[in-house]
Nanobody
């Protein structure tokens, strides 16, 4: 049973930074794609970033490119999302996700691709 546990959320002022962590357990993730989605109140869930566990290829939403960095530590089975220059519009619940398979790059951006989800961690950016 795959488990994903997020940590690192909190309240930060605009321009500040946070680092989210996602501890993964229950499987060998070498063939997985893992990532982050977020959902703000009253808005649809949106893709943030993803990383292929083996090889480290990354994908980002345009809204976070240049500010967020996704990475993973194979030895710790942990994925990270370093968030810099945070904006109030980054306020959302951030969820860690994992997909055991995908057939095209376009699927990386789609929530339905991911068969495992964490509980989420709240990120609040004040203006």
């Amino acid at each position: 049973q795959v488990q994903l546990v997020e940590s690192g959320g909190g309240l930060v002022q605009a321009g500040g930074s946070l680092r989210l962590s996602c501890a993964a357990s229950g499987r060998t993730f070498s063939n997985y794609v893992m990532g982050w989605f977020r959902q703000a109140p009253g808005k649809e869930r949106e893709f943030v970033a993803a990383i292929r566990w083996s090889g480290g290829r990354t994908w980002y939403a345009d809204s976070v490119k240049g500010r967020f960095t996704i990475s993973r530590d194979n030895a710790k089975n942990t994925m990270y999302l370093q968030m810099l220059s945070l904006k109030p519009e980054d306020t959302a619940v951030y969820s860690c996700v994992a997909a055991s398979d995908y057939s095209s790059v376009l699927e990386v951006y789609r929530a339905v691709t991911y068969n495992y989800w964490g509980q989420g961690t709240q990120v609040t950016v004040s203006s």
